[in-house]
T-cell receptor, first 112, second 114 residues
């Protein structure tokens, strides 16, 4: 089942903060975050593991609450280079194989 | 440099024609995937494979076929049975299938059916 992301789109001015949320109806043991710039391939940002571990990438950090089956991505003091579409991905196990199911994405636009 | 190479980058085809998208990786990864991306839909899984000569259907496999004759290659054929093939197709790989780590993506192939 596809995780649900919110909001669908965010418009910021450079230097402002944003939060992107990802929730699942299934129990999670990890959450992935990727960023895709227009016309390019998605790029891995981080994996959040069970245990509420927070991770960081530049000024981008994330949290994972497995009890609430949610993860949030925090973009602090946003830069123009943060513009793109952010996807969360949740692992699914099928007959011993693990696959990643992505949300529909959150489009982030940072303007000068 | 290691990575995933997809070709062609752009492809135009007439309705009813089969097309094959190439995906080659030199990362020595076991697991490979094909995703389809449509505006506002995120990435949806078409097929995946862990080892040579073995692959499984994803969420939207109808109208597609794959092969895995070599570890480094995982081509996708979009058949005439696929009702709406116009989309952006992404190939990805990762080291282990049992516990999905970081996915490495190719640059994608944009297919337009006229």
């Amino acid at each position: 089942q596809q995780p649900v992301q919110s909001p669908q789109a965010v418009i910021l001015r450079e230097g402002e903060d944003a939060v992107i949320n990802c929730s699942s109806s299934k129990a999670l043991y990890s959450v992935h975050w990727y960023r895709q710039k227009h016309g390019e391939a998605p790029v891995f940002l981080m994996i959040l593991l069970k245990g509420g571990e927070q991770k960081g990438h530049e000024k981008i950090s994330a949290s994972f609450n497995e009890k609430k089956q949610q993860s949030s991505l925090y973009l602090t003091a946003s830069q123009l280079s943060y513009s793109g579409t952010y996807f969360c991905g949740t692992p699914e196990m099928n007959s011993g194989y693990s696959t990643l199911t992505f949300g529909k994405g959150t489009m982030l636009l940072v303007s000068p | 440099d290691g990575g995933i190479t997809q070709s062609p980058k752009y492809l135009f085809r007439k309705e009813g024609q089969n097309v094959t998208l190439s995906c080659e990786q030199n990362l020595n990864h076991d697991a490979m995937y094909w995703y389809r991306q449509d505006p506002g839909q995120g990435l949806r899984l078409i097929y995946y494979s862990q080892i040579v000569n073995d692959f499984q259907k994803g969420d939207i496999a109808e109208g597609y076929s794959v092969s895995r004759e070599k570890k480094e290659s995982f081509p996708l054929t979009v058949t005439s049975a696929q009702k709406n093939p116009t989309a952006f197709y992404l190939c990805a790989s990762t080291t282990s299938f049992a516990n999905t780590g970081e996915l490495f993506f190719g640059e994608g192939s944009r297919l337009t059916v006229l």
